[in-house]
């Protein structure tokens, strides 16, 4: 039994190892514009707060 109980430690690893590989693998949303605008409002907002 405690054979049986070593072999599920690598097959827990494969598992999460291929779940990881999965989400990290997949496309990612790419918006430029969405990013700057967001870049923008927040340097506007922290130039607020400096001034």
Do not use: E, H, K, Q
């Not at 049986?4 to 430029?32: E, H, N, Q």
Request: glycine share 6%; net charge positive.
């Amino acid at each position: 039994m405690t054979a049986l109980a070593w072999l599920l430690i690598p097959l827990v690893t494969a598992v999460g190892a291929s779940i990881w590989g999965w989400f990290a693998g997949r496309p990612r949303r790419t918006d430029v514009w969405t990013d700057v605008d967001r870049y923008d409002r927040l340097r506007a907002a922290l130039s607020r707060v400096a001034s």
